[in-house]
């Protein structure tokens, strides 16, 4: 699992938006991996396993806490300097947008677009049909354009993969 705790915890944090956040929300799914390791190792791919409880855990406690973020930041605008600086711009604008998605919405965007997952296997893991998964995707990438529309390119990207 130490080879592929850099993937998992650039899920979580894609997923629940902040560094502490993806801590907490990895962390409390490698404990319930840990308690149940039998069934875990069984499943034959121990990652997916953790990926999936990892989704759920993230599902529980947004609806456990159901209460509304209102972001105030701006959205800075894009610097006219070296590549880097564009690319570091793109994936804040990216993260604040993101945020800004239903957890729902965020869950497949990770998952389709950063853990490249089929749309049925995205469906398998959020345990929702194929057809919640394209009608999410669909509506996140809109809601993305809407929100961050410097990122117009890399979201028509998305939807040529789709």
Do not use: C, N
Request: charged fraction near 25%; avoid cysteine; proline fraction near 3%.
């Amino acid at each position: 699992m130490r080879a592929r705790l850099p993937r998992l915890s650039r899920a979580a944090f894609l997923l629940a938006g902040g560094h502490a956040q993806a801590e907490d929300l990895l962390q409390a799914a490698l404990i319930k991996a840990a308690l149940h390791w039998a069934k875990v190792s069984a499943a034959g791919d121990p990652e997916a396993y953790i990926r999936k409880i990892l989704y759920h855990e993230h599902v529980r406690t947004w609806r456990r806490r159901r209460f509304l973020e209102h972001s105030t930041a701006v959205v800075p605008d894009r610097a006219m300097v070296g590549d880097e600086s564009d690319r570091a711009v793109q994936r804040l604008v990216l993260e604040q947008a993101l945020a800004k998605l239903t957890p729902r919405q965020r869950a497949v965007v990770v998952l389709r677009y950063f853990e490249d997952l089929s749309e049925a296997a995205t469906a398998q893991v959020m345990g929702t049909s194929v057809g919640t998964v394209k009608s999410q995707t669909s509506h996140a990438l809109g809601r993305l354009r809407t929100l961050a529309p410097e990122l117009a390119e890399l979201v028509r990207e998305m939807e040529v993969s789709s």
